[in-house]
């Protein structure tokens, strides 16, 4: 079997152009026998990020929202798009203190993911943060309603396995810092 080879952009148009999303429709060729079609994208611009934090009485930090795309409330990771003007680690901590009102002593990358390469253009930098202080200072953007949880690792794990929570940054990020030993 021959090995897969990247198609050629023939044309590009944008369908829709916000500061926070864009879709692109492309035109891709087959480099081997001409073979077209359209391909959709979606480029939310900027990556996001989303922190995997442990106390020092073992719990993990989640926050608890509404999310318009599953219309439930749900648990996940203090998270956030990436500002123009920082580097994901300083996004990482400051999204944690925003959404939780606490600060990192301690702050490492854990992966990158895109969780559709096939049609999502960005994706999301997890981290693991340990060493927290809080800080009580929280500072949310006027559409956000966070609750913060603390839950034990096995409570969180088990929400993970028993499929309770539609948030892929939660899942990956819980089982990439069990996987390393971090919880």
Known sequence: MTPPKPWR????KFLLKHPYLRVIADTLEHPSDGR??????VDGGRHAVAVVALTDDGNLLLTRQ???GVKEIIFD???????????????????LEEETGYRAGHIEPLTFYNQFPGGITTGGWLFFA???????????????????????VADVLKLILDNRT??????????????????
Do not use: C, W
């Not at 952009?9 to 590009?12: F, I, L, Y």
């Not at 340990?130 to 034990?152: A, C, I, S, Y």
């Open 9 to 12: 952009v023939v044309a590009s």
């Open 36 to 41: 077209r079609y359209q391909h959709f994208l």
């Open 130 to 152: 340990k060493n927290l202080v809080q800080t009580g200072e929280r500072h949310l953007d006027e559409n956000e309603e966070v609750e913060v949880v603390e839950m034990p």
């Open 166 to 183: 539609p948030d892929g940054s939660l899942m990956l990020g819980v089982l990439f810092a069990r996987a390393k030993g971090l919880i």
């Open 66 to 68: 509404y999310r318009h």
């Open 77 to 95: 990771l203090p998270a956030g798009r990436v500002d123009s003007d920082e580097d994901f680690i300083t996004a990482a901590a400051r999204e």
